[in-house]
């Protein structure tokens, strides 16, 4: 079962609950919701404008990733994805444990530092992003 909305740091148990019914016929110990740490890295420490940026991410604990997770390029003092603003964006289109994809950036600004971020579908959360 894939866990985006669940609260990291809280405490769930699975319950099985008998068809059409609020009946429950068993249920798991508790278990604790961690972070889902991924290694993001770009192929290059600094390109030319409009050159394309090749990102990679891998799940660091082996776990399957969603296609409509995306990898945003921000600025690189950005920290609050409520309100980010991106440079480029892309959805991942990724169902394995890794991947790679490219960025075409012609909004860069030359002489600024960006970051790849990786980003949980439909939602503000960054599980990795690139130094």
Known sequence: MYTPNFIVGSRY?????????????????????????????????SYFIGETVVVSFSSDV????????????????????SRMISIADQRTFQTESSGTINLYTPSYMVGSRYKAVYIIESSTRSLGEST
């Open 13 to 45: 148990k699975a319950v099985y609950v008998l068809e059409n019914t609020s009946m429950g016929l068993g249920e798991s110990t508790s278990f604790v919701i961690l972070d889902h740490p991924l290694t993001v890295t770009t192929n290059k420490n």
């Open 62 to 81: 082996g776990a399957t990733l969603r296609s409509n997770d995306r990898i945003y390029i921000v600025p690189e003092d950005e920290d609050d994805y």
